[in-house]
């Protein structure tokens, strides 16, 4: 199973960009989905998570306000919109597949599969 993170790339303070998370349809259809990020020489921090028929979304509170999860499960993509970013955003963003249908947590043991990741880069 292969999930693909893409959308990554250079934004200034304030701007937004919108990453996909795509894998095949029956990989996304029955689990939950987060997002993760990674800044150099930090630990893996949970972002923001949904469930797989999106009744259920969890976010962490650095983001609340600011990024949108989102999925179309018929496409195998999930979304993270992010709309205000900050310095402190940038990271290797990671998508992940839960071993749930509803597993929103912030836990990175309560995911099966990741994906390699796509970088942003915040410039102040």
């Known amino acids: 199973v292969q999930l693909q993170a893409s959308g990554g790339g250079l934004v200034q303070a304030g701007g937004s960009l919108t990453l996909s998370c795509t894998a095949s349809a029956r990989t996304f259809s029955n689990n939950a989905v987060g997002w993760f990020r990674q800044a150099p020489g930090k630990e893996r921090e949970f972002v923001a998570a949904?469930?797989?028929?999106?009744?259920?979304?969890n976010y962490a509170d650095s983001v609340k306000g600011r990024f949108t999860i989102s999925r179309d499960n018929a496409k195998g993509t999930v979304y993270l919109q992010m709309d205000n970013l900050n310095s402190e955003d940038t990271a290797v963003y990671l998508c992940?597949?839960?071993?749930?249908?509803?597993?929103?947590?912030?836990?990175?043991?309560?995911?099966?599969?990741w994906g390699q990741g796509t970088l942003v880069t915040v410039s102040s």
């Open positions: 949904v469930s797989w028929r999106s009744d259920t979304k």
């Open positions: 992940a597949a839960a071993f749930s249908p509803y597993g929103t947590g912030a836990s990175p043991a309560s995911y099966r599969y």
